[in-house]
């Protein structure tokens, strides 16, 4: 008997622990959004003689977005573009902003103008499996994010019955099998009451029959971003004492040429470990770069800060200061010759990590 109760035990865990997040009732697909964002027009009109003013919001399209997902929604991916100047004058051809990138409880966010990387917890799944038996249970993670909304009428956007959730005075949700369609937010007043749409999200293209290209999942700046991150202090002195195959390093006279997206290993003047990457060489020859400075016992004596140095510029990286005044503390010197060089000063060795110039990567 004691035996067959652990059996139950175990296949109740085992299957609790396999079961996905799966928040879609549709395998995989992709949906065209549009952002649109809201003008304020005023003026006057006459009505049978009578004058009097009016004010209107009127809705552009500000952002277009484009969302992927496989295994249900177990697995997401994002790009957002920007289309419109602020009022909605249309841009020239559009501007890649942003990808955000869902798995197991990560959320990854990439800057497309910075060129950063930040990684935040997946809310919604987390929320999910904490309240694992009301999600199983109610079969919607609508109703799980949003304890006590209900469905309460549909719309059809695109030909699919979408229902319609109030999630509360700032904002309305159209889902289909759990795919969101439109999200509604509302500007208030301050007792709460609803006054007019403030942003607004809205399918106007949806694709579930054609596969998705396995690829997407797997964007290039997240693998670039790992890599980054996988050298801690041990790992860089590991590499800096193993024959220099992977490595190219600096000249003391000649630099060495650096180009977006690289990524360095460094020894300071006081023989701190370090690693930075190259985040932007901008039109005005200014080098921003993320950087970890690492001391001897392994702690980070630097954040993963951004730096910002100007053409001709002179670095101490231990205190972050440019143009230091004794030149016995210099590390680099950022300077545009005929080429884009990071000059050694008085530091041990700057080496560049070759794969890191990878088109893949």
């Known amino acids: 008997m004691k035996l067959s109760i652990q059996f139950i035990l175990l296949i109740f865990t085992v299957s609790t622990q396999a079961q996905d997040f799966k928040p879609y009732a549709v395998k995989s697909g992709k949906i065209v959004y549009e952002n649109l964002r809201y003008s304020t027009v005023s003026g006057f009109s006459t009505v049978n003689g ?6 209107r919001q009127v809705p552009y399209v500000a952002e277009q977005v484009i969302y992927y997902w496989d295994q249900f929604g177990d697995i997401a991916f994002e790009e957002t573009y920007s289309v419109s100047t602020f009022g909605g004058k249309p841009l020239p051809e559009k501007v890649k902003t942003a990808e955000r990138f869902w798995i197991d409880e990560h959320r990854y966010y990439f800057d497309a103008r910075e060129n950063t990387v930040s990684d935040n917890s997946y809310e919604l799944r987390i929320n999910c499996r904490e309240n694992f038996q009301y999600y199983q249970i109610i079969g919607s993670w609508i109703e799980t994010q949003y304890m ?10 695109l030909g699919k019955k979408a229902d319609y959730y109030k999630i509360d005075t700032d904002q309305d949700l159209y889902a289909w099998k759990g795919l969101v369609l ?3 937010d509302f500007a208030t007043t301050k007792k709460g009451e609803r006054l007019y749409p403030d942003r607004t999200k809205i399918a106007v293209e949806i694709d579930t ?33 193993a024959p220099h195959e992977l490595l190219e390093q600096a000249d003391n006279v000649e630099g060495i040429e650096i180009k977006k997206n690289d990524i360095l290993l460094f020894v300071t003047t006081d023989y701190h470990l370090g690693k930075m990457q190259v985040l932007n060489i901008d039109e005005s020859n200014r080098l921003s770069i993320k950087y970890i400075l690492y001391e001897q016992t392994n702690e980070v004596s630097a954040s993963n800060d951004k730096l910002i140095l100007d053409d001709g510029a002179l670095l101490d990286i231990n205190t972050e200061t440019i143009h230091a005044t004794d030149p016995k503390t210099l590390d680099f010197k950022w300077q545009i010759t005929e080429k884009a060089n990071l000059f050694p000063q008085n530091n041990i060795g700057i080496y560049l990590l070759k794969s890191s110039r990878n088109k893949d990567f």
């Not at 009578?50 to 004010?55: F, I, P, R």
């Not at 029959?209 to 690829?215: M, N, P, Q, V, Y």
């Not at 700046?221 to 996988?230: D, N, T």
């Open 50 to 55: 009578v004058e009097s003013g009016y004010s």
């Open 148 to 157: 006590g909304a209900e469905k309460s009428g549909a719309k059809e956007i």
């Open 182 to 184: 439109k999200e509604e």
């Open 209 to 241: 029959l054609s596969t998705i290209d396995a690829a997407v999942f797997n964007p290039v700046w997240l693998k670039r971003e790992l890599i980054y991150q996988s050298f801690d202090r041990n790992k860089i002195d590991e590499i800096l004492d």
